[in-house]
Structure formats: structure tokens, C-alpha cells
């Protein structure tokens, strides 16, 4: 609990920002002394009254001239941040237990450069970034995706100490940003593969391993099957050539919750069905993905696999699912 | 909450510590033991070798036995750790250990921290021109330090131009707060009672009440030490002005006008001398509070006509100064004809009581007079208090015939006016009377609340001889101090009792803070700031108007430092200000572009979405495109802003 919850919701609790580029105002920036700037305080009104305890005239200029340093470290703090504009990205899905990524665009729109911008999603890693004169960075903010489902990160902390420590000005972004957080996949064989449904002579054979010839190279084509024997060859031919393996129509892969271990709790069969989608997918096999009320029909490629672990990763969390 | 995690420190700011730590600690050298620099030296030339090596640092145990070590040393050659200049060692001491367990910002904080301690305490061996430059010059350093701990790496030049910005920004305030700060002149254990007081100590004049408020005080006025034997406390009468001038309310030193150059008084001494040293606070007066009778002076002391002892200058800081005195003396057997024709002068027409009582007395020998005036002191029903009645225009008449309390200052005056009256020629003298020996150090230390009046009285064939009339009413004020001479009940001067209730003890405290309050924030104008202010036409400064200026140039000073710091916007170029306009406008009419569109996209769109438009768009577009990524000329500038005007008026509005 924070105290004074009605204070602090009137203070820093606002609503989503929707405006961008975000343009960092008087009203949005909080600064306050540091504990740094604290103990200089303490230093200062210690040095004070031994200067006038010992009528040290220059000890006076010392400590005054420290006091208008520390007013002025103020003012650059502020500063600092003032002014600064701001434009969040969109960030990549991630797998659960790994870190996902959320880009900010930070520009600096005046001619003296900003040092020193710490940034953090709440309770994350800090972000460290300098902003050179009228410059502009792109950082990714650090986010522990701890389960899977659709993440939101929470406002974004931007803070300086800079150029002293002794006040820390800081304010608060909050973009309406998520992620999607797919389930960690957990490594298990891959379930037999079933007859197509439009069952087919055939059977039992893989479609990735009878070679069938050789065929220009599409854009979609996986590298490991460029005939490189075949391209060094004919080195005077643009295209590379790659190798056609018969089995177009295979087996069809049904990855289905009902195959999973039933002994399981959910999470984990979840966990189980994205570990086949990432086996599948780096076989290029074609591949189907059932869940209980759902189904992906089975296709490859990559835009195939993130609709399927997309599926995986708001199963049964309430979002409408829009790939079936 | 926040993860609390101390950041480490960044290896690069390591050299800027030490650096740091050398600027304010090596100029100490000279009055350091040399053992001591060359541990400073030994220390700061490992840290940069464990820095450069990439090494750990030293276990703090090995640290701390070293600290230990070293502050036995600096025990043993300072023969204490308390005081001023073995302070300053043990500062160097820090200042060399300290960077040997630099793994947190923090720690590198606290280095620079010590590094402006260490800086201010080079005033107390130098206040000179190259101090005050190095001043400027280690600031500098230690901001730059400050900058690199928290900005991170970035080149020299960088950290130094705004190290050397954010003091310049800084010099204006320092000016304000020096001029302005309301001043406290030191020490600060040495503070007046009452603001009204003025300074800590006596003043020249003597006013109802003026010494009362002086007696509640428990500040310091000076401490003695005396190299041989002391004398009775009854005999320890500290002369400060000598007031031989009475207006019927407030008696004065008329040194103004009789001070006049002349030969050292006649002093005959007749029993011992009594030599010893004063440590005086600053009192900003010139007297020297010699006890009763200064028979050697201090250098460039002078002896006064009236008996007390003058510094050249008035004392604005602790000085010391030695005396030889005599407490069994003839003093002035013969004494100048003015001097006793001012010991004689008493206003006209007030008093009429007194006057009567003396006449009474006048046909006695002069002696018998003031035994007469003791006596009926003595014997009569007077009291002995701090917290007199008022007194009405004949101050003296209500004393002697109505109230009949008062202290010193009464009985002084009372008693000096009835000598005058009666044709004896008499004068106040105020001073301190007593003192208590501290038992650690052996000094006398005579405080504020044993400031005191007493009379002095021209005896023909004797000279001037004290009388102490309060001695009479109130013995154990002269034997035993303030404490002992008041009645039970009344504030005692620096002690409260232990046995009162706790609202009183709450009462006092209040009262303590709100004195305290007065004399801190009220109290301090020393001579010198008004001096400079009424140079600076603010004649009469007082705390009040030096804090509302300082708090008005303070403001003001930060909003020009907030302006000089404030982000230039740039202004835009006119023709992207003009193809602003443009866009603006139609934008008003339903076609806005986007802020990816380029103006050749934009005008091929445009071209599409209003075809009225077309010509106009295409054509600012191309001059548009030109200027901002072609060549450019005037020209295009120029069909440009006649594209903008071309649209009707009405779009263009408030554009």
C-alpha cells in the first residue's frame, strides 16, 4: 500500500496518454531533492555553522557559492526532461519467462544534448540513454514476461539525476501498449501424424524426404533447401535452385490439445502444444493446431506459427480469439 | 516498490575522485604531520594502481585496522581528536581511506562530500586571494567529479564546459546569499539574550533593564586564565565602560567628550599582581574587560582616563590578549578637574526626594556619606531581584522611597546619584563581577549573567575607590554569584531547576525556542553587512528586508537561469513555415497529409481527392520539394508563398 492512495492517484494517477508524440511539459515532470541532495543540504548547514562558528568569510562564498550550485543543478534537472518527446513503438510478441521488448522513441528537440535518461517499466530493469543535440534514440524497454496471455507493462518511469545527484526529476508515460506473451514452449517429440483428411495413396511417407527435382528459388523458400551443389555448378545463373521434395500432400500434423498428456494442468499442456508449433515450424512441416472451441487449419511459415502460439497464448484468457 | 539496488560505481569517474580527493587534501600538507601526508599520498597512489590493474579493492577490515591506526597516530600528535586542527587531519585521513572502499555511487558521493569539507576548512589557515581563486578552481573540479559520476563517460571538454557553465549559473546566487544571508557574526555559542541587547556583552550605555537582559544570558563574555594564583572571587571586578554621564534615565559614557589624550593614570599598587590571559568574545566594543586594576596592558592597548582598558579596534572576533592587575590599589590621587566635574553633573529638577536626602549628608566627609548610603541599603527594606517595578520619571526617587527592589543596576545608580547629590564626586561602572573556574581546563569563565554595576567614588588622598552597594543588600551576589543572590522563584540565568513540573519544563522549552528563533533569525545584523547594505542604499537593513531581497534576487536569478537553460524551440524555416500554412489549409478542407506523405505524394493525392487543386499542389509541392531537397532559390520561396495566398482567404484563416 502507498500512503495517502488519494493523494498519490491525484498526483501521478492519470489516464492513459493517447496524444504523440508525447511532449514533456512543466506539468507532467516531478523533481524532488535526492537523498544525494539531502546529505549535500546537511554538508552545506554543517559547513555553515562552522564558518560562522570560526567567521570564515570564505567559507561563507564556499557554502553560498554551493547553495546557488545546488539551485541551478535543479533547473538542469528539470531541464533535462523538458521538452523531451516521446513516441512508443509496438512491441514483439515473446515467450513466457523471457524478456519482452517495448520500444520508445525518445527526441531530443533542442541544441543542448540530454545525458543521463534512466527509463523503466515499473519494477524492471533501468534503461540508461544519452540524447545528443536535436538527436533521437529508439530504446527497447526490458519487461519480464512471467506468463503468458496479453501483457501490458504499466506506465514507463523516466527519470535524471543529471548533472549533479541531487535532485531527482522524473515523470511518468503511460502508453496504452501490450504484448502478447506466448506460452513457454516445452520441448516434447512430436505426435505421429495423422492421415490427411482427404486420405490420399501416400501414406507413410514423408513429404520432406523423396527428392523430386530442382526448381528456381522463391523468396518463401527455407535456405536449407537451396540445392548449393547445384547453384555451384552453374555459378553464371542468377537464381539460386532449390530442391523440390515430393510430398506436397503429406499427412497432415494435427498438433491437438487431446494429444497432450491428460495428467497435466493446463498451463502446461499449453506449454507442450507451443513446444510442438516451435518443433513443426522448424521442420516446416505443415501443421494444424486444435484447441478445445478452436482451430487452426493446418499451413507453415511463420505468420502460421504466431497465429498459432497467439492462440496458444490467449487461450481461455477471455480475449475474443480472431484466428480460427 | 522500487528495487533499492546502490549503484555501482562507473570505473571511468574513479580518476575524477581521486582527482578530487588530491585537490582538496594535498594544500593541508604543510600543517599535516608528514606521517600523515605520506599515508595520503601512499593511499590515493594504490587506489589509482588498483584502478588501473582492474583490481578488487582491500577488505574493509584491513581498512578499518588502518583507520584505527591512524587516529591513534593523529591522537597522539594533536594529544586529542577533538579540536580544529585534528579534526582537519582525520577529514585528510577519510579523504585518503575513503576512496580505497569506493564500490557504490554512493560511496563516491560521500568522497566528494568529504571533498567539500576538506575545502572549507582550508580557511582556517588562509583566507587569501590564491585561496579564494582555488576556490573557484576545486568547485569546479568537484562539480565536474559530480557530473562525470552521474552523466557518464563523455569527453573532457564536455564535463568541464558545463561543470564551469553550472558555476557560473551558480555565482550570481552566491553573490545575492553573500550579500544578503542575514550574518551571524561567530561564535555561535556566544549568541545575545534579547536582539534588543545588540550585541553579545555590554554596551556603552546603561538603560533600564539594559542589564538585566544581559544577566539571563548564559553565553560566554570571556574566559581567564591565570598563570599563578587567583584572586578572591570577591575581588573579581572586570571593568568594561565606565558611565559618568546621567540624563535621569540612562547613564552613559561620556568618553565622547572628555577623552581627550593624556598621561597614564597613577597607579599605586599595593599588594599583588596578578597576571593572566583573556580569550574575549567578540563584543564589538573596544574595551577589554581588565580585572580591577590593569596595571600592564596587551599591545596596542590603551588605558582610557576613566580607567578602562581599549583595544585599538573594536573585538569582532575571539581574541586574546594578557594583563597584569592589581586588586589592592590607589588609583588617581589627583584626577583631572573635568573628569571629576562629570563625576559631579546630575540633571536638574528631578529627584527632589533624593536631592533632599543628600543635602542632609553634605556637611559629612565623603566617606561617611557612602557608608550612610550603604547602611541605609544595608538596613533599610531593600530587596535584591531581577524583575524590578517599573520606576516613573524620577526613577530614583521611586526606588529609594517606593519599590525598593532592583539589582546592580539600581543600587549603582541610586547610589551614585545620591554621592553626586551630595557633592561627592562619583560614577557607575559596568562590568562582570565573579566568574566560575571550570574544572577540566582550569579557566575562569565569566558568562553574560555575571555582568554587573558598581559605583566608583573620589576620595580626596585616595583617589577613586569601589563601592558595591548591591554587595550590600545582597552579599552573596559578590560571594557566590547571580544564582545564589535571587529569591527563590525567579528565573535563574542559564540553569533551570530540576523540580519543576513538566508544563513548566514545556513552557521553558517554548520560550527557549522562541528565543531562540528571535536571536537566530532576528537577531543578526552585524556592523559590517549594514555597513556594505547602506553602501548599496539599503540603509538600516534589517533581517526582514535582507531575507525579502534575498528571496526576490534569489527568485529572480533562478528565472533567468531558468530562461538562459530554457530549450531554444527552432524556429521554423520559412519555407517550412509556409508550406505549413498550406497544408494546414486544406487540411481544413478535408484533405490532411500524413506525416509520412512526402509533398509530391501529397500533391499526386491531392490531385486525385480535389482536382480543382491540382495545379495549385503540384506546383507549391515542387517548389516546396526544391527548397527543402534540391537547391532551392528565392524564386521558389516566393511561388511558394503566392501558392499559400492563391487559396481562397477563408481557408487560410487563422493558418
Do not use: A, I, K, T
Given at each position: 500500500m502507498r500512503p495517502l492512495p488519494s493523494l498519490h492517484r491525484w498526483l501521478?494517477?492519470?489516464?492513459?496518454?493517447?496524444?504523440?508524440?508525447l511532449v514533456l511539459g512543466q506539468r507532467r515532470i516531478f523533481i524532488v531533492p535526492s537523498a544525494a541532495g539531502l546529505l549535500f543540504a546537511l554538508v552545506l548547514l554543517v559547513m555553515l555553522i562552522g564558518a560562522i562558528n570560526y567567521d570564515l568569510s570564505l567559507g561563507h562564498a564556499l557554502i553560498f557559492l554551493l547553495a546557488g550550485l545546488g539551485l541551478v543543478a535543479m533547473v538542469h534537472s528539470f531541464h533535462n526532461l523538458f521538452g523531451l518527446r516521446l513516441t512508443p513503438g509496438r512491441a514483439d510478441a515473446a515467450f513466457a519467462g523471457d524478456l519482452a521488448r517495448f520500444p520508445l522513441q525518445l527526441e531530443n528537440p533542442r541544441r543542448q544534448q540530454r545525458r543521463a535518461l534512466d527509463l523503466s517499466l515499473s519494477d524492471q530493469p533501468v534503461v540508461t540513454v544519452d540524447l545528443p543535440a536535436e538527436g533521437r534514440a529508439t530504446i527497447a524497454l526490458p519487461c519480464l514476461a512471467s506468463r503468458r496471455g496479453r501483457l501490458d507493462p504499466g506506465r514507463v518511469t523516466l527519470a535524471t539525476r543529471y548533472p549533479l545527484g541531487l535532485f531527482r526529476a522524473w515523470s511518468y508515460i503511460h502508453p496504452s501498449w501490450s504484448c502478447i506473451v506466448y506460452p513457454k514452449p516445452l520441448r516434447t517429440p512430436l505426435p505421429p501424424a495423422s492421415p490427411a483428411t482427404a486420405t490420399d495413396h501416400r501414406q507413410g511417407s514423408a513429404g520432406q524426404e523423396d527428392f523430386a527435382g530442382l526448381r528456381p528459388r522463391q523468396i518463401s523458400d527455407p535456405t536449407r533447401h537451396i540445392a548449393w551443389k547445384a547453384v555451384a555448378r552453374r555459378s553464371d545463373e542468377q537464381a539460386l535452385l532449390v530442391k523440390q521434395f515430393a510430398g506436397g500432400v503429406s499427412d497432415e500434423l494435427w498438433l491437438d490439445w487431446s494429444l497432450t498428456p491428460t495428467d497435466r494442468d493446463s498451463e502446461d499442456r499449453l506449454s507442450i502444444l507451443a513446444g510442438w508449433v516451435m518443433l513443426a515450424d522448424e521442420q516446416q512441416a505443415c501443421y494444424g493446431l486444435r484447441l478445445p472451441g478452436q482451430q487452426i487449419a493446418p499451413a507453415e511459415g511463420s505468420v502460421h506459427r504466431a497465429n498459432c502460439l497467439q492462440a496458444l497464448a490467449l487461450y481461455a484468457t477471455g480475449e475474443a480469439q480472431d484466428a480460427a | 516498490m522500487r528495487l533499492r539496488q546502490r549503484p555501482p560505481i562507473d570505473q571511468g569517474a574513479v580518476p575524477w575522485l581521486l582527482a578530487v580527493a588530491l585537490a582538496t587534501a594535498s594544500p593541508h600538507a604543510e600543517n599535516l604531520p608528514p606521517w600523515l601526508s605520506l599515508l595520503f599520498a601512499a593511499a590515493l597512489l594504490w587506489r589509482a594502481w588498483l584502478w588501473r590493474q582492474r583490481r578488487p579493492l582491500p577488505p574493509r577490515w584491513g581498512l578499518a585496522l588502518l583507520v584505527l591506526g591512524a587516529l591513534a597516530g593523529i591522537a597522539w600528535h594533536y594529544?586529542?581528536?577533538?579540536g580544529r586542527d585534528s579534526g582537519v587531519a582525520m577529514l585528510v585521513l577519510f579523504m585518503a581511506l575513503k576512496p580505497l572502499e569506493m564500490n557504490t555511487r554512493r560511496d563516491a558521493l560521500v568522497v566528494v562530500m568529504l571533498g567539500f569539507f576538506l575545502l572549507l576548512t582550508h580557511y582556517f589557515y588562509s583566507q587569501s586571494i590564491p585561496t579564494g581563486i582555488w576556490l573557484l578552481a576545486s568547485c569546479t573540479l568537484l562539480t565536474a567529479a559530480l557530473i562525470r559520476l552521474h552523466g557518464g563517460a563523455q569527453p573532457l571538454a564536455d564535463i568541464v564546459r558545463q561543470a564551469g557553465l553550472l558555476l557560473l549559473q551558480a555565482l550570481p546566487f552566491m553573490l545575492i546569499l553573500y550579500l544578503l544571508f542575514p550574518r551571524v557574526s561567530g561564535p555561535l555559542w556566544g549568541l545575545p539574550q534579547d536582539a534588543h541587547a545588540g550585541r553579545s556583552g555590554l554596551s556603552s550605555e546603561m538603560a533600564p533593564g539594559s542589564i538585566s537582559s544581559l544577566i539571563l544570558s548564559g553565553a560566554i563574555a570571556f574566559r581567564s586564565q591565570f598563570a599563578g594564583e587567583m584572586p578572591e572571587r570577591a575581588d573579581l571586578y572586570w571593568r568594561g565602560p565606565v558611565l559618568d554621564s546621567y540624563d535621569g534615565l540612562t547613564w552613559r559614557s561620556s568618553a565622547q567628550q572628555t577623552g581627550r589624550p593624556r598621561s597614564a593614570p597613577a597607579i599605586e599598587s599595593k599588594g599583588a599582581q596578578y597576571s593572566y590571559t583573556s580569550i574575549i568574545e567578540a563584543h564589538n566594543q573596544r574595551w577589554l574587560l581588565a580585572l580591577d586594576l590593569a596595571t600592564s596592558l596587551p599591545a596596542g592597548a590603551t588605558q582610557a582616563p576613566t580607567l578602562e582598558v581599549l583595544a585599538r579596534e573594536p573585538v569582532r572576533t575571539r581574541s586574546r590578549f594578557s594583563f597584569t592587575s592589581s586588586v589592592d590599589y590607589h588609583v588617581s590621587r589627583v584626577e583631572a578637574a573635568a573628569i571629576l566635574q562629570q563625576a559631579l553633573t546630575l540633571p536638574e529638577a528631578l529627584n527632589p526626594r533624593a536631592r533632599a536626602l543628600a543635602d542632609r549628608w553634605r556637611s559629612r566627609p565623603p566617606a561617611r556619606i557612602a557608608d550612610a548610603v550603604l547602611s541605609m541599603f544595608r538596613n533599610e527594606d531593600f530587596h535584591y531581584t531581577l524583575q524590578p517595578p517599573l520606576l516613573g520619571v524620577n526613577a530614583i526617587d521611586d526606588f529609594l522611597f517606593g519599590t525598593r527592589r532592583g539589582f546592580c543596576e539600581h543600587y549603582a545608580s541610586a547610589f551614585v546619584f545620591l554621592m553626586r547629590a551630595a557633592g561627592v564626586p562619583a560614577r557607575v561602572v559596568a562590568g562582570y563581577q565573579g566568574g566560575e573556574v571550570n574544572p577540566v581546563d582550569g579557566y575562569l569563565i565569566v558568562r553574560q549573567s555575571d555582568a554587573h554595576a558598581w559605583a566608583e567614588v573620589w576620595l580626596a588622598g585616595e583617589g577613586w575607590v569601589r563601592y558595591d552597594p548591591t554587595a550590600a543588600v545582597a552579599p552573596s551576589r559578590i560571594e557566590h554569584g547571580i544564582v545564589a543572590a535571587l529569591p527563590e522563584g525567579e528565573p535563574l540565568p542559564g540553569i533551570v531547576g530540576l523540580d519543576v513540573d513538566w508544563l513548566r519544563q514545556l513552557r521553558y522549552r517554548w520560550e527557549a525556542a522562541n528565543n531562540a528563533w528571535n536571536q537566530w533569525v532576528l537577531g543578526y545584523n552585524p556592523q559590517r553587512q549594514r555597513e556594505i547594505l547602506s553602501r548599496f542604499g539599503i540603509p538600516n537593513a534589517d533581517w526582514q528586508s535582507m531575507s525579502a531581497s534575498l528571496a526576490i534576487l534569489c527568485g529572480v536569478a533562478l528565472l533567468l537561469v531558468t530562461v538562459w537553460t530554457l530549450p531554444r524551440r527552432r524556429r521554423a524555416d520559412p519555407a517550412q513555415r509556409a508550406w505549413n500554412r498550406y497544408c494546414t489549409a486544406l487540411a481544413r478542407r478535408g484533405v490532411t497529409r500524413a506525416a509520412w506523405e512526402g509533398p509530391l505524394d501529397f500533391a499526386r493525392r491531392v490531385a486525385v481527392e480535389r482536382p480543382h487543386l491540382a495545379a495549385l499542389t503540384s506546383e507549391a509541392a515542387r517548389c516546396y520539394a526544391g527548397l527543402r531537397y534540391g537547391q532551392g532559390n528565392s524564386e521558389q520561396l516566393l511561388v511558394l508563398q503566392e501558392c499559400v495566398h492563391r487559396l481562397p482567404a477563408r481557408w487560410r484563416k487563422n493558418a
Open positions: 501521478f494517477g492519470r489516464h492513459r496518454d493517447e496524444q504523440w508524440p | 594529544r586529542s581528536l577533538l
